[in-house]
């Protein structure tokens, strides 16, 4: 079995107080997950048995590692017809769980697909190195100090396709009914605030690594040029010959702790010809005054996901977006015409990718 240490999981172990631990990551289990379980789209309206057998597969794959698990039944209304929603949470609860000591981090990943689009890169892969991650967390021998949670969020996907049916107005509705019925009521009784939360983990498109020069996509590339923030991003782009061998870590000043911790263990990871490039947004939360900002489209694009709703609701709380940019890296076929039989294939390159993250 081919194994190696997983960043991510690295990071966690690190930021909860682990001593002396050796995660480890398996590609195999990343090609099962993603191959058995999340390859098929999962939608409520082109697929509901996909979207309800892939939420029963997380739910039952966190009970199975014996973590505390939850099921977040919430609704969303338009046109005055009611829709419903799951988020699934889990907990791996630290050394210092319940008490003011504590310090979490929260791992999030969607899990519903695009409008009948394929389930692999959207977003099977952020689940599938979410779920790796906690599979490797919970088989350490040692209890970490701090509370680890992961979550899995319905109601994220808004490309145009899903403009015309979904209920969800703004980027990220289950994200944002997780943060206001969940975690701050929860936090309200608790011994600990926002504040003490180390840092949020957005998990959206982590598989495909595509090393053809021009592979990656540079929207508003004008300003991509001089915009602090973005300039060294560009430039460590261009000497690429723009090559979509990157995972991008989207982040504000404020997050820059957390960012420059990732960003550190993955080079650290070995297997240089995987990089990391860093798109640093100029604002502390989005209001909006924020989007009235000429510029405002290029940062939304880079923010159209659940980070978006962290932002805007919690935004002292530390976040990251870690993306491979999803439809601003070319693949097999254009992402815009993409049917539900047209799954990014799987090859050994892209699960090295993956499981380097």
């Keep these: 079995m081919t194994k190696m240490i997983l960043p991510l999981i690295v990071l966690l172990v690190s930021a909860t107080g682990m001593d002396a631990a050796e995660p480890e990551s398996s590609k ?11 390859a098929t789209p999962r939608h409520h309206v082109t697929n509901v048995t996909g979207l309800e057998a892939a939420r029963v597969f997380i739910y039952n794959t966190f009970k199975s590692y014996h973590m505390q698990v939850g099921r977040h039944d919430f609704t969303l209304e338009k046109n005055g017809e009611t829709f419903p929603g799951v988020n699934l949470f889990a907990l791996w609860p630290g050394r210092y769980f319940l008490t003011p000591g504590d310090q979490p981090i929260i791992v999030t990943a969607h899990y519903e697909t695009p409008w009948d689009m394929p389930g692999v890169e959207d977003n099977g892969s952020g ?4 779920l790796e991650a906690a599979r490797v967390l919970t088989s350490q021998k040692c209890i ?13 996907a808004n490309f145009e396709r899903d403009a015309q049916i979904s209920p969800c107005q703004k980027v990220g509705c289950g994200c ?4 206001d019925e969940i ?29 053809t020069p021009g592979a990656q996509r540079i929207p508003y590339e004008q300003y991509f040029q001089t915009i602090p923030g973005f300039v060294d991003g560009y430039n460590a782009a261009l000497a690429d010959n723009f090559r979509g061998n990157s995972i ?8 820059s702790p957390l960012a420059d911790a990732f960003t550190t ?13 860093s798109l640093q947004m100029p604002f502390y939360n989005i209001t909006e005054q924020t989007q009235q900002d000429p510029l405002w489209p290029l940062y939304a694009g880079f923010t159209d996901t659940d980070i978006r709703a962290i932002y805007e609701a919690i935004p002292e709380v530390k976040a990251l977006f870690i993306t491979d940019t999803i439809n601003n890296r070319y693949r097999e076929k254009d992402w815009f015409s993409l049917t539900p039989d047209d799954a990014m294939t799987i090859t050994d390159d892209r699960l090295s990718f993956l499981k380097k993250t």
């Design 144 to 156: 970490q100090d701090y509370t680890v949670v992961f979550t899995a969020f319905d109601f994220s």
């Design 183 to 211: 975690l701050l009521p929860f936090l309200s009784i608790s011994a600990i605030t926002t504040e003490n939360i180390q840092g949020m983990l957005v998990l959206d498109g982590l598989l495909n690594y595509n090393n």
């Design 28 to 38: 195999e289990n990343l090609r099962s997950l993603l191959t058995d379980h999340f």
């Design 248 to 255: 991008v870590v989207v982040s504000r000043e404020f997050d």
């Design 265 to 277: 263990k993955f080079n650290q990871a070995g297997n240089p010809q995987f990089k990391t490039v």
């Design 176 to 179: 944002r009914k997780f943060l």
């Design 127 to 130: 689940l599938a190195a979410m």
